[in-house]
């Protein structure tokens, strides 16, 4: 009894340190909106990065080694994602840094991974996160300037010239105003209205009515998330405008001709691929990608899948194969690795990254889709 | 330029309307305890969102929709007499800040077990809207603006011709005094906050079409309905009604007139005057205290 107690005091002693030596885990650290006014976005995030690093795991890990998620919930509040941006580099000694729900998170924890050398892959929209480039972050989502591009892009062919901006107060909807006002000349257009509303407003009548009343309004273009683009568009069709309804890519979602209804018809807008899966055509290189993430994701929580999901499982794996490419997680290597990437199929694009763009995403990767009979149909 | 007038000014009412439901729902727990009970936007925001989770689950309309009413209305039961009644000889103070913390509870669990999406649930009467004097107004703002004047009729007939209404009020002004005459005070409180959970969550339903819900609507909801309540004078049902629609059109004027970034400030501007002249509300009686 006494020996084989030995015995095996002595294997512990010996061997385990030996065995966590071996499987010494890849972390990377994550601080993401799963509670709060961003919930939306950061719980699909939050499932989507949990899902993959299980999934990873078990065909082995990356380079051999086990992954590991270490995951902070900021509740939508940027100085807490700063906090907790601190406790990952310092006390849980990540690897790297994949998330950052909102631009306000984002922003608050860049000057933390610039001074720490820690390459960090952002989830979110504003185009500050990447202009002017920064050494180590990078960002997966589109961002609001290619959103207002593509649908301008969209109105030059219908010969619209004089467009509303109506555009949510929140910093999804103001950054869109700015980048929104900022390429329109480049276009050709003029906004000749430019009108606001709350995140939390439940009637924009007003507002429209003050659109419908400008003289000159060709076509109405809404900048917001959530529910207020959904209200618009059903004051919209109450109102009897009959303009062209442009919104942009944030209310790419089912979840959007649900609240929206059959007001929905014929709303246009810029979306990734990621939300047509199963519309795209058999020869498109994403479509592989995009219905696998959309079937594994709904087998895991049953739910229907959302781009804002899409752009996590993007940045984990712009993540492992730059940690495969370098074949090492040296900081300074996966940094340059990620810099290099080349063609990188993912849910929301093709990804080619470069010293000076680190999003590595163009026009093409937004496909623009009007509504039709109630479903999402592509535009040529 | 007058349509334009009309269409502001129907645009206010429905959103008014919406307040005025809210408001309501203080005002009737005010009238019966003193107390402001901060969980009011948390019952509109139970019915809406019940609704829709029935009607999904196939119900017909009226069935959901009564219980969207009643499942509320016993929550608001079981808030008395869980955390309220407990503390019944405390500070008025003390059981408001007890209605914040039942708010988040029931807010976290809602969130929790029926998720953070918004829904929508469909107009009772059709999507078509009614146009009016050239301007249009969703036929759902007909049912709010209807059923908020019933609930208005029907309070003031409860609190003036009735024994209950009757006994609620004195419980409020005095409740030794009304001890003394027979009447059961604890009862009291519990049916106050039954009806005022019915209440809001009748109006959260109603309203659900127009403004869709969410785990947080109930915030902006008690909000506004709290400033509603305050301008038409705190513990008036007909002040509730004039307070919402008041706050509501003010709402949509400021945005169609002046600038929809500035929406939210012109009403409340206006009210910060109201209450500088008339600090009781509009509607509120004079009383004098006694010193």
């Not at chain 1, 009637?203 to 529910?227: C, E, H, R, S, Y």
């Not at chain 1, 009959?242 to 979840?255: C, I, K, N």
């Not at chain 1, 849910?347 to 039709?372: Q, Y």
């Not at chain 2, 003193?34 to 139970?46: D, H, K, S, T, Y």
Request: charged share 15%.
């Amino acid at each position: 009894m006494k020996t084989l107690a030995k015995t095996l005091a002595f294997c512990a002693a010996t061997l385990l340190p030996l065995m966590a030596q071996a499987a010494e885990p890849i972390r990377i650290g994550s601080v993401l909106s799963v509670s709060g006014p961003a919930a939306f976005l950061g719980d699909p995030e939050a499932k989507t990065l949990e899902m993959y690093v299980a999934q990873i795991n078990k065909q082995g890990g990356v380079l051999g080694r086990e992954v590991k998620l270490v995951h902070y919930d900021d509740g939508g509040d940027a100085s807490k994602a700063n906090g907790f941006a601190k406790r990952l580099i310092d006390d849980d000694k990540v690897d790297f840094l994949v998330g950052g729900t909102t631009s306000g998170s984002t922003m608050s924890m860049v000057p933390l991974a610039e001074k720490a050398g820690i390459p960090f892959i952002s989830l979110a929209g504003a185009v500050v996160i990447v202009e002017p480039v920064k050494k180590w972050v990078f960002k997966t989502p589109h961002s609001d300037r290619m959103a207002a591009e593509k649908v301008f892009v969209d109105m030059q062919k219908r010969g619209i010239t004089k467009v509303a901006l109506l555009s949510e107060t929140s910093g999804f909807g103001q950054s869109g105003k700015k980048e929104t006002e900022a390429v329109a000349a480049k276009y050709g257009i003029t906004l000749v209205a430019n009108e606001t509303y709350g995140p939390k407003d439940t009637d924009m009548g007003p507002q429209l009515t003050k659109i419908k009343n400008t003289p000159g309004v060709q076509a109405v273009f809404v900048f917001g998330l959530g529910q207020g683009p959904a209200i618009v568009t059903k004051n919209y069709r109450q109102l009897g405008i009959d303009l062209p309804l442009y919104q942009s890519h944030g209310v790419a979602s089912d979840e959007f001709l649900k609240l929206a209804g059959p007001a929905a018809e014929g709303v246009r807008l810029p979306s990734p691929a990621q939300i047509i899966g199963d519309k795209l055509p058999a020869d498109d290189p994403q479509k592989p990608v995009v219905t696998a993430y959309n079937a594994a994701y709904k087998a895991a929580y049953n739910e229907s899948t959302s781009t804002f999901g899409g752009y996590a499982y993007d940045g984990l794996m712009l993540m492992v194969q730059a940690v495969t490419a370098a074949g090492s997680t040296d900081r300074a290597k996966v940094r340059d690795a990620l810099e290099a990437t080349k063609g990188h199929v993912g849910v929301s694009g093709t990804f080619t990254m470069s010293p000076t763009d680190h999003m590595g995403l163009d026009l093409s990767s937004f496909r623009m889709l009007e509504v039709k009979n109630g479903d999402w149909a592509l535009l040529p | 330029m007058l349509t334009e007038f009309f269409q502001y000014l129907f645009s206010g009412i429905t959103v008014g309307a919406t307040y005025a439901m809210a408001a309501l729902g203080f005002t009737l727990i005010y009238n019966a305890s003193n107390v402001i009970n901060f969980a009011q936007g948390e019952f509109i925001m139970l019915g809406g969102m019940l609704a829709v989770l029935f009607t999904q689950a196939g119900l017909p309309l009226p069935v959901a929709v009564l219980l969207a009413v009643v499942v509320p209305t016993l929550v608001g039961v079981l808030v008395e007499k869980s955390v309220i009644e407990p503390v019944k000889g405390a500070d008025t103070v003390n059981i408001i800040i007890i209605t914040i913390g039942a708010s988040l509870v029931i807010r976290g669990l809602v969130q929790v077990t029926l998720g953070k999406n918004a829904r929508a649930l469909p107009a009772f009467s059709g999507e078509a809207p009614v146009t009016l004097l050239g301007a249009v107004l969703p036929s759902q703002s007909l049912w709010v603006i209807g059923v908020t004047a019933l609930v208005v009729a029907g309070l003031w007939f409860f609190f003036n011709r009735t024994m209950g209404g009757k006994a609620m009020l004195a419980t409020a002004i005095n409740r030794t005094a009304a001890q003394l005459v027979g009447i059961n005070t604890a009862w009291v409180l519990t049916l106050s906050f039954a009806l005022s959970a019915g209440l809001g969550a009748l109006g959260g339903v109603l309203v659900t079409p127009i403004t869709l819900t969410a785990y947080d609507a109930g915030i902006m909801l008690g909000l506004k309905g709290f400033v509603a309540a305050v301008v038409g004078g705190l513990g008036n049902g007909m002040g509730a009604l004039v307070g919402g629609l008041l706050v509501g059109v003010l709402e949509a004027m400021g945005a169609g007139y002046l600038s929809s970034a500035y929406k939210d400030a012109v009403p409340f501007v206006l009210i910060l005057l109201i209450l500088f002249f008339m600090p009781r509300g509009l509607f509120s009686a004079k009383t004098t205290e006694r010193v």
